[in-house]
């Protein structure tokens, strides 16, 4: 402030006695302190906001996708009661949800190959078997249930084809029971852009619902209905194509949800092989 008052006087011509000169110095001086003080009372609301150096930048946290559209088939209220068919295939409760947890529980053991020692043992594919977490079934019975079917004569491993195997690691076949929403959002019918379906990634997604209700071209067989989801689902993950029927016995590939009045259901890639048991 000292310079700037010098500055402030100089080359003005002015001439002061010492006194007064001294008395103006002190009085501009004092007035400089002052103003020094008042400024240094403004400089938290103006200064530091400038001089500061910037917060650093809080990105917001990217928001989660929204969950994707689904259209859902309609859910009819399941209210026959449970039958013997129910408890074999591990069925508890007609109450179904629509939407579980989306996460998942293996249910199935690994054990051993099952071919007895007349029958030609063909390759083996390793079956594991998933439920939804937040879906109630009696494990034990389902296991039981998806492997009978698998091993079937009817069935793909019919004449030594191949010879199924559960595990509780790695598959070949991994079956999914899940609720219609988690169907749906992860195995839809048409992936989008290079996805790969369920099938490509060895999934055979079988929803609670139509376990727990049968199939309605099926009636009251729900055991064949059953078989039918496993079996059509399988042949997927094996490579087999979905062929269209018009009229007579579907082939188990047929979409038999969708065919016409003319066909007739058929659960098993080789009906006419000897039934097992």
Known sequence: MTRRSGGLF?????????????????VVCFAAGLGAGWVTGQVPSWYRAWSAEPEPTVSASPSESPEPEVSLPAMEPITRALDEQDAAAGVVTTTVPEQGEGTFTTVS??????????????????????????????????????????????????AGRLQFVVTDGAADVQVVIATPYTIATRCPEE????????????????????????LGRYGDNRKGARAYLLNHGTGLV???????CTSGQAS??????????????????YPDAKKSG
Not at 11 to 20: F, N, T
Not at 238 to 244: D, H, I, M, R, T
């Open 109 to 158: 053991r690994t054990t051993g190959p099952s071919a007895s020692p007349d029958e030609t043992d063909g390759p083996t594919r390793y079956v594991r078997i998933d439920v939804e977490d937040g879906v109630t079934v009696d494990e034990e019975a389902l296991v039981s249930s998806v492997m009978t079917t698998l091993q079937d004569q009817r069935g793909w491993g019919s």
């Open 191 to 214: 992936p989008a852009g290079d996805d790969p379906t369920c099938a490509e990634q060895g999934i055979v997604p079988v929803s609670i619902y139509d376990w727990t209700a049968g």
């Open 238 to 244: 094996l490579g087999e194509e979905q062929v269209k």
């Open 252 to 269: 188990v590939m047929a979409d038999q949800t969708r065919m016409p009045k003319a066909c007739t259901t058929n659960a098993w890639p």
């Open 10 to 26: 100089a080359g003005r011509g002015i001439a002061l006695p010492g006194i007064l000169v001294t008395l103006v110095t002190v």
